[in-house]
């Protein structure tokens, strides 16, 4: 089946901890994205990648990073520089521009991570 | 002002019930408008999208999109308690990527 698969599905931190959230995804979609949901909030989105071995900042990049060394795997790791990084995670993906062959490119989610700084 | 608005409920109706969900925004370069439905602690998963104005209809869910008014709606016929999740519209402006914009979701209860 294919799909995408985050780990995982609750994440309990430390102050002053980095840990990294984990994203598969096996459609052969060129991006990926990251995106963080606060309860009012709405998907916010924290990093995207286009392509490998690229990625770009989203609306709250602040205390995140990313890597893009597969097409497979975006993996996003929380920082002690990020202020309040308990909330709930999801990752996308979608066939990108390169192989788009609508109008519209749909962003498939993975099941989340929920991650509670204690 | 956030670019997108949407209640967030919740909004609860008994099983049958026609349903009306709603987002308004305010950047008038939208052009394409998605619905995503997500059960509790679940990734989104996408109902519909539509481009530009008009309507769209897929069983027992139609979305609207009234671009001069800049609102958007996601009717639901014949509500079953399955359901039951939180709605969430979103918006981009043109095709290949662009950012997502997500309203904050309406969470939506029907009951049996």
């Known amino acids: 089946d294919g799909g995408i698969t985050q780990s995982p599905k609750y994440l309990f931190r430390k102050e002053g901890q980095n840990v990294t959230l984990s994203c598969e995804q096996n459609?052969?979609?060129?991006?990926m994205y990251w995106y963080r949901q606060d309860p009012g909030q709405g998907l916010r989105l924290i990093y995207y990648s286009q392509i490998v071995n690229d990625f770009q900042k989203g609306d709250i990049a602040e205390g995140y990073s990313v890597s893009r060394e597969k097409k497979e795997s975006f993996p996003l790791t929380v920082t002690s520089a990020q202020k309040n990084p308990t909330a709930f995670y999801l990752c996308?993906?979608?066939?990108?521009?390169?192989?788009?062959?609508?109008?519209?490119?749909?962003?498939?989610f993975g099941p989340g991570t929920r991650l509670t700084v204690l | 002002q956030k670019e997108v608005e949407q209640d967030p409920g919740p909004l609860s109706v008994p099983e049958g019930a026609i349903v009306s969900l709603n987002c308004t925004y305010s950047?008038?370069?939208?052009?394409?408008f998605m619905w995503y439905r997500q059960y509790s602690r679940k990734g989104p998963e996408l109902l519909m999208y539509t481009y530009s104005s008009g309507n769209k209809e897929d069983g027992r869910f139609t979305a609207q999109v009234d671009k001069s008014s800049k609102y958007i709606s996601l009717f639901i016929r014949d509500s079953q308690p399955s359901d039951s999740a939180t709605y969430l519209c979103?918006?981009?402006?043109?095709?290949?990527?662009?950012?997502?914009?997500f309203g904050t979701g309406t969470r939506l209860l029907v009951s049996p």
């Open positions: 950047n008038s370069a939208f052009q394409y």
């Open positions: 996308a993906s979608s066939i990108g521009l390169a192989g788009g062959r609508g109008p519209y490119n749909e962003q498939f």
């Open positions: 459609l052969n979609h060129d991006a």
């Open positions: 979103a918006m981009n402006r043109n095709t290949g990527f662009q950012k997502l914009v």
